[in-house]
């Protein structure tokens, strides 16, 4: 008796499971999100020291006085 599924893959989502042919491209783009990138923006920069100076502000008003 033979194995009629043996070296075939399935993706298992929430309500369906469905063959996957399993190359190195797909394998890359399930599993890892693929090539992209995200960007990190200046608005998200400036955001960032705004939060890091205001806490440092408050640190040191906490502390001199």
Excluded: Q
């Amino acid at each position: 008796m033979t194995n009629p599924n043996k070296g075939k893959w399935y993706r298992f989502n929430d309500t369906v499971v469905e063959e996957f042919e399993m190359t190195e491209e797909s394998l890359e783009s399930e599993c890892f999100g693929g090539k992209y990138k995200a960007k990190f923006s200046d608005t998200c920069k400036f955001f960032l020291l705004h939060c890091i100076l205001t806490l440092i502000k408050k640190m040191v008003i906490k502390w001199y006085f």
